[in-house]
């Protein structure tokens, strides 16, 4: 997707450590026309699917998941990451080890909101590890939904959780793979 | 707003401990259309003021906040509980007690994404005790923005965070006040 990968190229920063900054377009301020943009694409490239829920983790997946849900025109479940005393009941849960964040966060789904009668796309600001994904496919599978996809908006794809995945099957569209980045901030996309 | 008192009596769900679960539509699967018809009301409320700025609080201010951020075509900039190593550089920062989780968070917004040419509506799914209000309003004070307001989606009216508030000079605008509740499931508004 050329405007995303212009937008990246513009006001994304190369950190140590394999780390894109992108806070002041996607995951801490967020422009809301660029999610628009982004939202429609998801739907192009999955309009063969039944989709009728998209499935996120809170919190950089939020807001791309909720605009783009107006393309499908269905609503969003978003995994939490820590049990709160407002989700009682039976839930679906995964681990997921968090490259940001250097820890293991248990996952949450409860169970009403996910079926076998549902057909799910999951949404997500990043792929690197994949671990995020794993676990939210997990999640998808143990509910007995059917998983038609993987809507990321930026793949590292030096690191090796998109080319796994998609080796075990499962279909992921990422709108800017990124082939490699310097330290000294020279960004190049797939 | 009629629909979303509607809504609240058929789909919430009273706990004890003053719980209102709204996990269903609000805070765990969104409805994206309510959301629009949410975002449209809070642009019509604050329709006199030059807002050019939303703010919100992770994680489930964030669908609320991206979707209304249409209705003012605007940015939003949501408040990050942890500081992450994908945060760095300056922050302005607060503390807030979370009635939900029991714990207290140092919430955190990148300098950069405020500053004294700013007019912010703050956006939140419930207002109860005021906690995060305060928080996200001393975030914007400490950054030389001028805050309009708040946009709540559901206020405990039985708590006094709204009051103490609004007699302290917040111009705060709830879309449903609950003024009870009662552990068999009764709700009634203001």
């Given at each position: 997707?050329?405007?995303l990968?212009?937008?990246i190229?513009?006001?994304?920063?190369?950190?140590?450590?394999?780390?894109?900054?992108v806070?002041?377009?996607?995951?801490?301020?967020?422009?809301?026309?660029?999610?628009?943009?982004?939202?429609?694409?998801?739907?192009?490239?999955?309009?063969?699917?039944?989709?009728?829920?998209?499935?996120?983790?809170?919190?950089?997946?939020?807001?791309?998941?909720?605009?783009?849900?107006q393309?499908?025109?269905?609503?969003?479940?978003?995994?939490?990451?820590?049990?709160?005393?407002?989700?009682?009941?039976?839930?679906?849960?995964?681990q997921?080890?968090?490259?940001?964040?250097?820890?293991?966060?248990?996952?949450?789904?409860?169970?009403?909101f996910?079926?076998?009668d549902?057909?799910?796309?999951?949404i997500?600001?990043?792929?690197?590890?994949?671990?995020?994904?794993?676990?939210?496919?997990?999640?998808?599978?143990?509910?007995?939904?059917?998983?038609?996809?993987?809507?990321?908006?930026?793949e590292?794809?030096?690191?090796?959780?998109g080319?796994?995945?998609?080796?075990?099957?499962?279909?992921i569209?990422?709108?800017?793979?990124?082939?490699?980045?310097?330290?000294?901030?020279?960004?190049?996309?797939?």
């Amino acid at each position: 997707m050329e405007l995303l990968k212009q937008r990246i190229k513009k006001d994304g920063k190369v950190r140590s450590g394999n780390v894109l900054k992108v806070d002041s377009f996607l995951n801490h301020q967020m422009d809301i026309s660029l999610f628009e943009a982004i939202g429609k694409e998801f739907k192009r490239r999955f309009a063969d699917c039944p989709i009728n829920k998209i499935l996120t983790i809170e919190s950089s997946g939020i807001g791309i998941a909720c605009i783009a849900a107006q393309s499908f025109g269905v609503p969003v479940v978003f995994a939490k990451k820590n049990t709160t005393k407002n989700i009682d009941g039976a839930v679906y849960s995964a681990q997921i080890e968090s490259f940001t964040h250097g820890r293991i966060y248990n996952v949450i789904v409860a169970r009403e909101f996910l079926s076998p009668d549902d057909n799910v796309l999951i949404i997500d600001d990043f792929l690197a590890n994949g671990k995020a994904l794993i676990g939210l496919s997990q999640i998808v599978k143990k509910s007995g939904a059917n998983l038609c996809g993987a809507g990321i908006v930026i793949e590292k794809g030096f690191q090796n959780g998109g080319k796994q995945l998609r080796e075990e099957g499962m279909r992921i569209e990422s709108l800017a793979i990124i082939k490699s980045m310097t330290d000294d901030g020279e960004i190049e996309f797939e």
